[in-house]
């Protein structure tokens, strides 16, 4: 049998799996087989032993199914020596232990009997993790039980102080953990619970042994870089160096822009974005500020597809040709105006390409295809002003061998459509009335002059002068704290944008009580519909 160091999937912790362990595994599990494993025996109930072990065997039992399993040729078996090495690896490695637990080491005699480990405890299982946190559980579980049977040894008391001081702040924890599980091991019987005590007494010696004993599941620190990439970079050949001048010419052809010169761009870009950004400008939030508010207006109207977009979202679109694209709105007002000049192709192809670098595999050929026949094909009904020497980089990257790339096969056509939008299309779109009565409508958008705090301006109110009405009226609703000037204005008026019902001009009225009462009940109305989704802390009085 030849132990490789061939490396396998990984398991939780990130540490390599050897293909020893799996080979390991099929030699445990042919040696528990009922008819061609190793002959076992059930000891019975003794004062020294309460407990019916179950197959039991000796290291002399391990020896000779060895030497009778792997053979060294037809007619020789294995030599003792080699199946004694053998033995003593899988007792190491923790899927043999003996049954006293002293010495984790196979004699070829009949005096020291062994028992199979369960799955659970082997090496690399994803079901137990041997971590630190899980050995201080299972010391203070043992240190909690009768130490006349579960006393900790002198080196597992040291490392429990040790582990105690290290997880200081998790104290608690590990005694409630190990309370639980004590609590657990009293519902199960006897002979059941001594068998699980052994197994994991015996996973801890393997992966916690003692100074004296020789850990041989220690890998040492966790491997940062897979064993492939380090055998290539030990292989330095030719076309390793050619790769290496090929980067090397092309960063220093690359262009690197200063940091002085990447600042000077980052603060003109501020300058003319920070009134659009809701974080940085509060009045950029319309018509109140969702973070601050809870109030979901702002994403209504701000969706991708909305009929009348906000002010500011449609001057965005002016900055750049990108900005207008990459909003969905925008995309479609624009293919609204491309459809009046009759170019509405260019926008067409472009979005299709668009979509077609995000399509499923298996529909990518299908869809190449169809935009092939309906944007690019001569004498096609949508087809897209491209000149020779693009269409002749597009029929290139259609003749490669189809695969994943191909979906990028027509981006040399769609760079030619952008620019020629970009410059033409788009600096008369900005021009056109289409634009400009678009903005006229925003503008006009019953959220774009609303506001959640409209707190008036003292200086505007002291200087325009106050006409007080001169018939009588009853109270209406004010804000609490307001000044003097806020209490002399009628509120009615400011919100239905006319003059308030109750000073209409007309002839002097004596209001009884009942007659108050119901016109309060009025004022309370026509408010309650002005103010509806702008200010929620307005209360009637």
């Not at 599990?29 to 019916?52: C, E, F, L, W, Y």
């Not at 657990?184 to 052994?198: A, F, H, I, N, P």
Request: glycine share 2%; proline share 6%.
């Amino acid at each position: 049998m030849t132990i490789c160091q061939e490396t396998m999937d990984l398991d939780h912790d990130s540490k390599p799996r050897h293909a020893v362990f799996t080979k390991m595994e099929a030699i445990i599990k042919k040696m528990q087989h009922d008819d061609r494993g190793i002959p076992s025996k059930n000891r019975k109930n003794t004062a020294t032993h309460p407990v019916v072990d179950r197959k039991l065997f000796t290291g002399s039992d391990i020896i000779e199914w060895l030497r009778r399993r792997f053979p060294e040729s037809e007619t020789e078996e294995m030599a003792p020596k080699e199946a004694l090495h053998l033995a003593n690896l899988l007792c190491q490695y923790g899927y043999i232990y003996p049954v006293d637990l002293k010495t984790f080491t196979i004699k070829d005699d009949r005096s020291t009997e062994y028992r199979f480990q369960t799955p659970f405890y082997w090496p690399f299982c994803k079901q137990k993790a041997a971590d630190s946190m899980e050995y201080a559980i299972y010391l203070q579980k043992r240190n909690m039980r009768n130490k006349s049977k579960h006393e900790l040894e002198p080196y597992e008391k040291e490392a429990h102080e040790k582990l105690l001081k290290f997880f200081s702040d998790k104290k608690d924890f590990i005694k409630a953990q190990a309370e639980e599980q004590v609590k657990e091991l009293k519902k199960k019987q006897r002979q059941d619970k001594m068998l699980g005590d052994q197994q994991e007494r015996a996973f801890w010696r393997i992966h916690r042994p003692p100074k004296s004993q020789v850990n041989c599941l220690e890998e040492g620190p966790k491997r940062n870089i897979q064993p492939n990439q380090m055998i290539a970079r030990k292989k330095k050949n030719k076309d390793w160096y050619r790769q290496e001048i090929t980067f090397l010419k092309k960063s220093m052809d690359r262009p690197r822009m200063k940091f002085s010169k990447a600042f000077e761009c980052y603060c003109t870009r501020w300058t003319q974005y920070h009134e659009y950004d809701p974080f940085l400008e509060p009045s950029a939030a319309q018509p109140s500020n969702p973070w601050i508010t809870d109030d979901p207006t702002m994403w209504e109207l701000n969706k991708t597809l909305v009929p009348i977009p906000t002010e500011l979202r449609v001057k965005k679109w002016s900055f750049s040709f990108y900005e207008l694209v990459s909003d969905q709105t925008g995309l479609s007002e624009f293919e609204k105006y491309l459809e009046k000049e009759y170019s509405q192709e260019n926008i067409r192809f472009w979005n299709e390409v668009e979509k077609l670098k995000d399509c499923p595999y298996k529909e990518l050929k299908e869809r190449m295809e169809q935009i092939y026949r309906e944007f690019l094909e001569k004498g096609a009904n949508c087809e897209v002003n491209v000149d020779s020497k693009t269409m002749e980089q597009v029929h290139k990257n259609l003749k490669e061998k189809f695969g994943p790339r191909s979906r990028y096969a027509y981006d040399p056509a769609q760079e030619h459509i952008y620019n020629l939008m970009k410059k033409d299309s788009y600096a008369r779109y900005l021009r056109s009335d289409h634009y400009k009565q678009l903005l006229v409508q925003a503008k006009q958008h019953p959220f774009t002059k609303r506001k959640f705090f409209s707190w008036s301006n003292k200086s505007k109110q002291q200087a325009q002068p106050q006409q007080r009405p001169t018939t009588p009226s009853p109270k209406v609703a004010r804000r609490r704290d307001s000044n003097s000037s806020d209490r002399s204005r009628d509120v009615s008026s400011d919100v239905s944008g006319g003059d308030s019902p109750v000073h209409m001009s007309g002839p002097h009225h004596s209001y009884s009580t009942s007659d108050l009462k119901e016109l309060g009940n009025t004022h309370k109305s026509v408010l309650s519909q002005g103010f509806k989704g702008s200010d929620n802390s307005l209360s009637m009085r």
